[in-house]
């Protein structure tokens, strides 16, 4: 079946350490992304790349950083430079800009810092 | 700027009533519009997915509908049942910039 994997499920960073969370789909789609959540905030745009090898920064992107070398894969950087990176990130993607499929989700990485 | 907004933040309702999720967004200029349900600790799954040129979309006991000259969309659940309980979220694309635009989300507790 195609989806959206992420992993891990759960991932613990130390002070001052860069962890990276992993995004991959089969869905074949050209467009990625990936969203912060926290408690009584909603959604939040982090990265998004609409084609390999290119990345647009969204609305919180300080303290975070992405790589798109492959369609399927487009994992997320948590640096140390990320003062409060403790939430619920989420990947997602999409056929391309201006479509009519909507958006497919993965199931999440919950960080925390200990 | 494009903002969305759903009320109430929370909902509690007996088992077997139906029940409307009310999303309101500022730009009427979208391309489409998105509902969601999340479980707690899970990722979003999409729900229903309804076109700027459509007025609603109908999945077994859901029924989405568009107003984009107010501004609104409704999600319509007949029968509830507490398997429905989740947080519900919808989602706002625009044309421009290739991104959607969250409203926070309604969370839906079914009583038994």
């Known amino acids: 079946d195609g989806g959206i994997t992420q992993s891990p499920k759960y991932l613990f960073r130390k002070e001052g350490q860069n962890v990276t969370l992993s995004c991959e789909q089969n869905?074949?789609?050209?467009?990625m992304y990936w969203y912060r959540q926290d408690p009584g905030q909603g959604l939040r745009l982090i990265y998004y790349?609409?084609?390999?090898?290119?990345?647009q920064k969204g609305d919180i992107a300080e303290g975070y950083s992405v790589s798109r070398e492959k369609k399927e894969s487009f994992p997320l950087t948590v640096t140390s430079a990320q003062k409060n990176p403790t939430a619920f990130y989420l990947c997602?993607?999409?056929?391309?800009?201006?479509?009519?499929?909507?958006?497919?989700f993965g199931s999440g990485t919950r960080l925390t810092v200990v | 700027k494009q903002e969305v907004t759903q009320i109430p933040a929370a909902l509690s309702v007996p088992e077997g009533e139906n029940l409307v999720l009310n999303c309101s967004f500022t730009?009427?200029?979208?391309?489409?519009l998105q509902w969601f349900r999340q479980d707690p600790g899970k990722g979003l799954t999409s729900l229903l997915l309804?076109?700027?040129?459509?007025r609603e979309q109908t999945s077994g006991r859901l029924n989405a509908s568009l107003d984009k000259s107010s501004g609104r969309s409704t999600l319509y659940i007949a029968a509830s049942q507490p398997g429905d309980s989740a947080t519900y979220l919808c989602?706002?694309?625009?044309?421009?910039?290739?991104?959607?635009?969250f409203g926070k989300g309604t969370r839906l507790h079914i009583l038994p």
């Open positions: 997602a993607s999409t056929p391309s800009g201006g479509n009519n499929y909507g958006y497919t």
């Open positions: 869905l074949n789609h050209d467009a």
């Open positions: 790349s609409q084609i390999v090898n290119d990345f």
């Open positions: 730009d009427s200029a979208i391309y489409n």
């Open positions: 309804i076109q700027s040129s459509q």
């Open positions: 989602a706002v694309d625009l044309r421009r910039d290739d991104k959607i635009i």
